[in-house]
């Protein structure tokens, strides 16, 4: 089970970022290595995330990556044992997919995310969660 997309071989911390942390602008403070999907990049639609999107790859701050299919179908079949999969948009996988991937490949990820299904995947995916804005699931208080 290799790739990601457009060359997975960064080594070390990094975030994966959600939708959400476009939209409340928490990608521009992250000090971390970032990556997203191109699932994200098309739902950011309002005018403000679309700008904090420009100026962060502008500055190459973010990466757009993807993982292949085989991460994706495990993850998949994660939600699947988890009864998540309803839950989950394909962006969602996406999101999931590659963090899972660099997981693997890469080292300590962290995946931002508001989104509760996408939470706790991450926790039995072995991925750390950065809660944007409200409170995680129980899993991660404490």
């Known amino acids: ?22 939209l409340t602008a928490f990608v521009t403070e992250t000090p971390l290595i970032s990556f997203t999907t191109p699932g994200v990049i098309n ?14 790859l502008a500055a190459k701050k973010v990466s757009i990556l993807e993982a292949n299919n085989d991460y994706k179908q ?3 079949k994660v939600a699947k044992n988890m009864r998540l999969n309803g839950k989950l948009s394909a962006v969602d996988v996406e ?18 995310t508001d989104d509760y299904a996408i939470q706790k995947m991450a926790v039995a995916l072995g991925i750390k969660v950065i809660k944007i804005k409200y409170p995680g699931i129980r899993e991660l208080k404490g």
């Open 1 to 22: 089970m290799k790739g990601c997309s457009t060359g997975c071989s960064y080594i070390g911390k990094c975030i994966v970022l959600d939708t959400g942390a476009f």
């Open 43 to 56: 739902e950011i639609k309002d005018c403000s995330s679309k700008k904090i999107l420009e100026v962060v």
């Open 74 to 76: 495990e993850v998949i």
């Open 95 to 112: 999101v999931l997919a590659l963090s899972y991937c660099l997981k693997k490949e890469s080292g300590e990820v962290y995946i931002a």
